[in-house]
Nanobody, 117 residues
């Protein structure tokens, strides 16, 4: 069974920073072979892709976070990070970690990020 556990969320003022972490574990789960992503879902809105990092460290970002957020991974620690700078109130959402490889698709339980204006 694969587990993705997010941490690092919380309440921050607009303009501040947070770093989210997602630690992966599980038998026969090869973290380095998975594309890792961060999604978010704000109240009343659909879940949306925030950032993605592939097995070759190629990244892509939602237009709304480009230049402010940075996704990275540490394969030795089975962890993916999301550094969030210059936070805005519209970044308030539950953030989810996702691992994908072929037909395998795993999600974390989500973590709240609240940005106060």
């Amino acid at each position: 069974q694969v587990q993705l556990v997010e941490s690092g969320g919380g309440l921050v003022q607009a303009g501040g920073s947070l770093r989210l972490s997602c630690a992966a574990s599980g038998r026969r789960f090869s973290f380095s072979l998975n594309t890792m992503s961060w999604y978010r879902q704000a109240p009343g809105k659909q879940r949306e892709l925030v950032a993605r990092i592939t097995t070759s460290d190629s990244t892509n970002y939602a237009d709304s976070v480009k230049g402010r957020f940075t996704i990275s991974r540490d394969n030795a620690k089975n962890t993916v990070y999301l550094q969030m700078n210059s936070l805005k109130s519209e970044d308030t959402a539950v953030y989810y970690c996702r691992a994908e490889r072929y037909y395998n698709d795993y999600w974390g339980q989500g973590i709240q990020v609240t940005v106060s204006s």
